[in-house]
Every structure is written in structure tokens, then in C-alpha cells.
């Protein structure tokens, strides 16, 4: 495999979901291989195009899966699973393909998950959550939280907030993702509360972009999912992201979970060879 970007422009397309930003590259064709530093720099937001994340559209090794989402952090490392990217992604590869069918199903690292479309919006069907930890305290920056776990494609820590907007996300939120009970990867950390109609107001810190993100696509089905189990929380579930939009967290008989949510085009262009040298 070659180093792609060194050798001619690299074409790219930003798109974000609630908020949740990405770029998106087509590697259906090309060899596309790109270095850690590479993706980071991509993804900077003074010295790149600025994203919390990059995917690359490559052709599936699983028998049954349409295409395959390989995803990366803005630090330029690989994660499994992205629920706002892949919904992003289905959008993209759609266009990308000239896809006609109502439906994609997508190769990620952590298995199998199928997007539908509904006019503007996405609907994805999550990988089943697992690695389920009821409440427990625990004691970050000098204080004791009730924290539950799942992984719903990545790990995360949810904690119930009486005040939402007085949480310093970006200090307890890292606290939580570096915590020795979750080593040696870590967790992304998740703060919600109810608003009176009963929608879930979330904030979430992000492993890998080490900062707050406007939407966390399997921080909004792990929330949900541990405010349905833990906390009286209903299902259908409408949560609010930082970016204000509204995503929904569904679930059916057979315990499938389902995020549906908007994912939008911004802009597309072209990075130079010499730009991430």
C-alpha cells in the first residue's frame, strides 16, 4: 500500500451529522492509505479542513456488507464505530456509488450495522450494545458519581446531572475517559438530564478528540439506552445534543437499537500533496 497523499491532490467531502463533523474520503478506487499524522493534520482546525473525525469508503471483506467505513479519530487514531459518522457515511458512499437501493449495509470494526434513508434523515441500525455495568460510584476530581457503562460500538460512561449546563465537561469528562477503572483504552464520558416534556438533554466528551463534540452518535444510543434501563427513561428516545439537534433512539422487540438523526453535506475540495508534509 502506498502513502497516497504524497503522491497527487487528495479529494475530500465535509459533512457533519448534528453537529458532529467529518471528512470524507473515497478509497472505492485507490489504494487510499493515509498516516496517523496525516489524519491528524487533516483534521485540525487551523492547520487542515478541521473535523472530529475522517472516514475512508472502502470496498467490504464481509460476505453480505455493501461497502466498509474505516474510521478515525481527529487524533488520528482507528476506532470501531462512529453512529453520527456512519450515518454521514451512508450518505456519502450513497452519492459516491450512485446507490439506488433504500438501503446500505456497512462493514465497521465493530461489526455489521445497516443505514436506511428517510427523506433528510438517516436511520442506523447499531451493533448490540454490550459490556453492560449497572451504577456505580465512582470518585473523579475529588467527588463520587453514579456511572453506568456500555459499549455501543465504543465504550461509554453515562452519568445522571442534576444541572447540565454547570458540568465542566472538558475536566470531568477527561477525568472519566482516563479513569484506571476503564484502562487500559479509556471511555468516552456522557452527561445528561431530562427536560419537563421528558427529552434527554446530553453533553459528551469524546475519547480520541479529547474535547467536548456538539453530537456523539453511540454516546446519544448509550445514554438512551442507560436512562431507558436505569433511570425511568422511555423508549422511543429524544435526545438533544450540544449542536441542538434532536436525534432518536428506538429499540424493538428483538432488542435491536436504532439512531436516527440528519446528516448534511458542507463543502468538497481538494488537499494539496505537500499540505501534510
Known amino acids: 500500500m502506498a502513502d497516497f497523499v504524497k503522491k ?11 453537529g458532529n463533523d467529518f471528512i470524507l474520503i473515497s478509497a472505492w478506487d485507490e ?11 487533516l483534521c485540525d482546525r487551523r492547520f487542515g479542513i478541521g473535523a472530529d473525525g475522517l472516514m475512508l469508503l472502502r470496498k467490504p471483506k464481509t460476505k453480505g456488507a455493501d461497502i466498509c467505513m474505516s474510521y478515525y479519530n481527529s487524533d488520528g487514531g482507528e476506532a470501531e464505530m462512529c453512529g453520527n459518522g456512519a450515518r454521514c457515511f451512508a450518505l456519502f458512499a450513497r452519492k459516491a456509488l450512485g446507490w439506488k437501493k433504500p438501503t446500505l449495509v456497512i462493514e465497521t470494526a465493530a461489526g455489521i450495522v445497516t443505514a436506511g434513508f428517510e427523506g433528510e434523515l438517516v436511520r442506523l441500525s447499531m451493533t448490540r450494545p454490550q459490556g453492560w455495568r449497572a451504577p456505580f460510584l465512582l470518585t473523579v476530581c475529588g467527588e463520587s458519581y453514579s456511572v453506568a457503562f456500555v459499549n455501543t460500538g465504543v465504550p461509554h460512561a453515562v452519568v ?17 475517559r482516563h479513569h484506571p477503572e476503564f484502562a487500559p483504552c479509556g471511555t468516552n464520558a456522557n452527561f445528561f438530564n431530562y427536560t419537563p416534556d421528558g427529552t434527554i438533554v446530553l453533553r459528551t466528551y469524546e475519547r480520541g478528540v479529547e474535547d467536548e463534540t456538539l453530537a456523539c452518535g453511540t454516546g446519544v444510543v448509550a445514554t438512551a439506552l442507560v436512562a431507558h434501563h436505569y433511570h425511568g427513561g422511555k423508549m422511543p428516545a429524544r435526545v438533544r445534543v450540544r449542536g441542538g439537534d434532536i436525534l432518536c433512539v428506538a429499540t424493538s422487540v428483538a432488542d435491536e437499537v436504532f439512531l436516527t438523526g440528519p446528516a448534511k453535506f458542507v ?11
Do not use: C, N, W, Y
Open 8 to 18: 497527487q491532490k487528495l479529494h475530500f467531502e465535509k459533512m457533519h451529522g448534528a
Open 31 to 41: 489504494d487510499i492509505v493515509l498516516l496517523r499524522h496525516q489524519i491528524s493534520r
Open 160 to 176: 445522571r446531572v442534576s444541572d447540565i449546563e454547570k458540568i465542566d465537561v472538558r475536566s470531568l469528562g477527561s477525568a472519566i
Open 267 to 277: 463543502f468538497a475540495g481538494e488537499v494539496e500533496p505537500d499540505a501534510l508534509t
